[in-house]
Nanobody
Framework: QVQLVESGGGLVQPGGSLRLSCTASGSIFRPYTMAWYRQAPGKQRELVSFITSAGITNYVDSVRGRFGISRDNAKNTMYLQMNSLKPEDTAVYYC????????WGQGTQVTVSS
């Protein structure tokens, strides 16, 4: 079993920044991929970004150039630096860990509003 704990969400004005963190614990074996998903009210959950153990990253087009994903393998922690936030970034953000199967965090709310 793998447990994921997210932190860093909150309320921010348009144009502001937030940094999300996700720490994995339990039966961690490398290599594994970690990712951030988000789900806005009334919408399906979408993949925002992922990062592999080798550091390969990818982003959904709507956040590319504004968000940066990174990980600290020694701490089993992944980060999402979110800059130039827009109201349409408002959602619950979920951390995911994949190795054979996918484990999910509990989600953290990000609200972008003036």
């Amino acid at each position: 079993q793998v447990q994921l704990v997210e932190s860093g969400g909150g309320l921010v004005q348009p144009g502001g920044s937030l940094r999300l963190s996700c720490t994995a614990s339990g039966s961690i074996f490398r290599p594994y991929t970690m990712a951030w998903y988000r789900q806005a009210p009334g919408k399906q959950r979408e993949l925002v970004s992922f990062i592999t153990s080798a550091g390969i990253t990818n982003y959904v087009d709507s956040v590319r150039g504004r968000f940066g994903i990174s990980r600290d393998n020694a701490k089993n922690t992944m980060y999402l630096q979110m800059n130039s936030l827009k109201p349409e970034d408002t959602a619950v953000y979920y951390c995911a860990y994949t190795q054979g199967r996918t484990y999910w965090g509990q989600g953290t709310q990000v609200t972008v509003s003036s």
